[in-house]
């Protein structure tokens, strides 16, 4: 099985800056396609952020420039290094992997148990 624990949410005023960190453990034989998602109250779950295997990156237009995604691959860990945060930031962030497990041959998507951003004004 494969196990994702989420680290780094909290309170911060608008302005400032906070970094999320996703650590994958389990039986892991490669780590494809990470990605952020974010549910504010109320409203559904958007995408934020995503990584490829290969690096390359893609970002929601309300934080291009402001939140960057990174991966360490030899930790199975995926980072959302998020500055000028603002009081619209404030959600749950959810980390995704896409985890080929070992003997297997196909991706499985794994979530994250969520962390509570809140951007105070």
């Known amino acids: 099985q494969v196990q994702l624990v989420e680290s780094g949410g909290g309170l911060v005023q608008a302005g400032g800056s906070l970094r999320l960190s996703c650590a994958a453990s389990g039986s892991i034989f490669s780590v494809n396609g990470m990605y952020w998602y974010r549910q504010a109250p109320g409203k559904q779950r958007d995408l934020v952020a995503a990584i490829t295997s290969g690096g390359s990156t893609n970002y929601a237009d309300s934080v291009k420039g402001r939140f960057t995604i990174s991966r360490d691959n030899a930790k199975n860990t995926v980072y959302l290094q998020m500055n000028s945060l603002k009081p619209e930031d404030t959600a749950v962030y959810y980390c995704?992997?896409?985890?080929?497990?070992?003997?297997?041959?196909?991706?499985?998507?794994?979530w994250g148990q969520g962390t509570q951003v809140t951007v105070s004004s």
């Open positions: 995704v992997l896409d985890v080929r497990r070992v003997g297997t041959s196909t991706d499985f998507r794994y």
